[in-house]
């Protein structure tokens, strides 16, 4: 079993970042598949990007790529979203989510998700 709590939501403006944080726990953290997902209101989750256990493999959706990265740090089961040059659009309630044995983009191929932090980017 694995639990997520996400942490670093808020109200920035267009053209500011974030870093969004999420703590596993867990002692199987270092073989899991991360992953951040979004949804705003409205509208279906959305993948946002992932991070293979390794942290040899990521990827990002063509709506972030360039300007968000994924991190995370195994001896600490926590991995990071930092968002960079954040746009309107970007706006949703961002979750993480894990997974041991998938390394997709589809959000059904997690098991494991956390409650979800708000992101509120103004224009």
């Known amino acids: 079993q694995v639990q997520l709590v996400e942490s670093g939501g808020g109200l920035v403006q267009a053209g500011g970042s974030l870093r969004l944080s999420c703590a596993a726990s867990?002692?199987?953290?270092?073989?899991?598949?991360m992953a951040w997902f979004r949804q705003a209101p409205g509208k279906k989750r959305e993948f946002v990007g992932r991070?293979?256990?390794?942290?040899?493999?990521?990827a990002y959706a063509d709506s972030v790529k360039g300007r968000f990265t994924i991190s995370r740090e195994n001896a600490k089961n926590t991995t990071w979203l930092q968002m960079n040059s954040l746009k309107p659009e970007d706006t949703a309630v961002y979750y993480c989510a894990a997974t041991p044995g998938y390394n997709g983009n589809f959000a059904g191929g997690y098991d494991y998700w956390g409650q979800g932090t708000q992101v509120t980017v103004s224009s």
């Open positions: 991070i293979s256990w390794t942290g040899n493999t990521l």
């Open positions: 867990g002692r199987t953290f270092s073989r899991y598949t």
